[in-house]
């Protein structure tokens, strides 16, 4: 339960400014902050999103960064906050061929901030997945160029390929654990949204066989709530997607 995520994302990557920025004027990052562009590996003349003590989002370009500090000129301050006001953690159980990248991809661009791909027992493992050519390395590179792609403020945490068992027990610190679930439930995704106004969700994804009789027993056990969201049987990485921009329409800031 010590692992830590492996692409520097998190609170670590928010480029905070000290104080509310004048547009087009040179502003001095402190030294939490040139850490943070750190994380975003980002080069001179690159665009990033920074917020200010006032939780201001603004556009801003690097206009410089050495050994001896950072500047960012702010040219635009958005409209409404980067990063929405739910935090969503997508477990994910890791599918085949291309399909995490995908997921990966549009998750970002939905505003999830955490995701942790995870074995089970219909899933592939990462031994099967790099048995051709290992492309788990990929990953975090995947989420940190969707993350600039869509202005993100802060980059997704993505941690390493975790057991079924820790899986359920990363998600216990969410106040609401919900499991996408294919089988007969009395309670669909939205039903269960409405009823809960969570800050802090865990969503379980399956694999493309769905989970097993004793996978759901189990993670009804450790609190979660097995949720439907249509009646059509999803491929995983339509489910997560789904999935995750209803709790977003529903609790965060689409639509």
Same mark, same amino acid.
């Given at each position: 339960?010590?692992? =830590?995520?492996?692409?520097?994302?998190?609170?670590?990557?928010?480029?905070?400014? &000290?104080a509310v920025p004048a547009l087009e004027t040179e502003v001095t990052l402190s030294p939490k902050a040139v850490a943070?562009? *750190?994380?975003?590996?980002?080069?001179?003349?690159?665009?990033?999103?920074?917020?200010?003590?006032?939780?201001?989002?603004?556009?801003?370009?690097?206009?410089?960064? &050495?050994?001896?500090?950072?500047?960012?000129?702010?040219?635009?301050?958005?409209?409404?906050?980067?990063?929405?006001?739910?935090?969503? #953690?997508?477990?994910? @159980?890791?599918?085949?061929?291309?399909?995490?990248?995908?997921?990966?991809?549009?998750?970002?661009?939905?505003?999830? @901030?955490?995701?942790?791909?995870?074995?089970?027992?219909?899933?592939?493992?990462?031994? =099967?997945?790099?048995? *051709?050519?290992?492309?788990?390395?990929? $990953?975090? &590179?995947?989420?940190?160029?969707?993350?600039?792609?869509?202005?993100?403020?802060?980059?997704?945490?993505?941690?390493?390929?975790?057991? $079924? &068992? =820790?899986?359920?027990?990363?998600?216990?610190?969410?106040?609401?654990?919900?499991?996408?679930?294919?089988? =007969?439930?009395? $309670?669909?995704?939205?039903?269960?949204?409405?009823?809960?106004?969570?800050?802090?969700?865990?969503?379980?994804?399956?694999?493309?066989?769905?989970?097993? #009789?004793?996978?759901?027993?189990?993670?009804?056990?450790?609190?979660?709530?097995?949720?439907?969201?249509?009646?059509?049987?999803?491929?995983?990485?339509?489910? @997560?997607?789904?999935?995750?921009?209803?709790?977003?329409?529903?609790?965060?800031?689409? *639509?």
């Amino acid at each position: 339960m010590s692992q =830590e995520c492996v692409n520097k994302g998190g609170p670590k990557s928010l480029i905070r400014l &000290d104080a509310v920025p004048a547009l087009e004027t040179e502003v001095t990052l402190s030294p939490k902050a040139v850490a943070a562009v *750190g994380c975003w590996e980002a080069r001179p003349g690159e665009v990033l999103t920074c917020v200010d003590p006032e939780q201001g989002c603004y556009r801003a370009r690097l206009a410089s960064l &050495d050994s001896g500090g950072g500047v960012v000129v702010p040219f635009e301050k958005l409209k409404r906050p980067a990063e929405s006001l739910v935090t969503l #953690e997508v477990f994910q @159980a890791l599918p085949e061929k291309e399909r995490f990248e995908l997921i990966l991809q549009k998750l970002t661009e939905i505003g999830v @901030a955490r995701i942790v791909p995870f074995v089970s027992e219909r899933s592939t493992t990462p031994e =099967e997945r790099d048995a *051709g050519q290992k492309k788990s390395h990929r $990953w975090p &590179d995947v989420v940190l160029r969707a993350a600039k792609q869509c202005r993100r403020a802060v980059i997704p945490e993505l941690f390493p390929v975790v057991s $079924w &068992d =820790e899986a359920l027990y990363r998600a216990n610190h969410c106040a609401l654990r919900l499991m996408l679930y294919e089988g =007969e439930t009395s $309670w669909t995704l939205r039903e269960a949204l409405e009823k809960e106004n969570s800050a802090r969700i865990a969503l379980l994804v399956g694999p493309e066989g769905g989970f097993s #009789e004793d996978e759901v027993e189990e993670a009804r056990a450790m609190g979660f709530l097995p949720v439907s969201v249509g009646p059509r049987i999803l491929r995983t990485e339509t489910a @997560a997607i789904v999935g995750a921009a209803v709790v977003q329409f529903a609790l965060g800031d689409l *639509g």
